[in-house]
């Protein structure tokens, strides 16, 4: 009789083991791939309220204004394939002083947009080294950021406070 106990006993065991073994199993496989990380949604920004938050809560020393996207596309050499959307204010001239926030359309496009920055600050610095050079100053502390598709460049008066509202949009969602 012990022996038969014993041979049930193992019996239950065996089959215990089975079947949790096919719940740990199944439980593996429920989500249908496998990984149950969580994606995050990619990064967006609003454009124009970046844009116009730049504008207004930061110093500048000239009125703004915005100019047509075509013209800011030929001002800068770029293409109008790479940009989804823009947002822009320039000076008069009168300063350096200017705004540009892009949606590009991919990482490509982004690396020209910020290539086409990198060419516009240079430019400005040598056209106003000559006859406003304390404009050389703002430009060599303009803010220009990036995530995601996004680009933010900014040349105002106080590159302190641009670089902190420049760094808290781009931390929003």
Do not use: H, W
């Not at 239950?12 to 096919?22: E, H, T, Y």
């Not at 207004?56 to 996207?69: F, H, I, K, V």
């Not at 770029?78 to 991919?106: C, H, L, M, P, R």
């Amino acid at each position: 009789m012990k022996a038969r106990n014993d041979y049930q006993i193992g019996i239950v065991f065996v089959l215990g083991l089975i079947v949790s073994s096919l719940l740990l199993v199944g439980g593996c496989g429920a989500s249908g791939t496998g990984d149950d990380s969580v994606v995050a949604a990619p990064f967006t920004l609003d454009i124009n309220s970046a844009g116009e938050r730049i504008r207004q809560e930061l110093t500048y020393r000239d009125d703004l204004e915005e100019l047509a996207p075509t013209v800011v596309y030929t001002l800068l050499g770029i293409d109008e394939n790479d940009v989804v959307d823009q947002k822009n204010y320039f000076s008069n001239g009168a300063t350096a002083e200017e705004i540009i926030v892009f949606q590009a359309v991919d990482g490509e496009a982004l690396q020209n947009l910020r290539n086409a920055i990198e060419v516009r600050i240079a430019d400005q610095k040598d056209i106003y080294a000559s006859y406003a050079p304390e404009e050389v100053v703002y430009l060599q502390n303009a803010i220009l950021e990036e995530k995601g598709d996004y680009l933010v460049y900014c040349v105002p008066a106080d590159a302190e406070a641009a670089a902190k509202l420049v760094n808290a949009l781009l931390a929003e969602r």
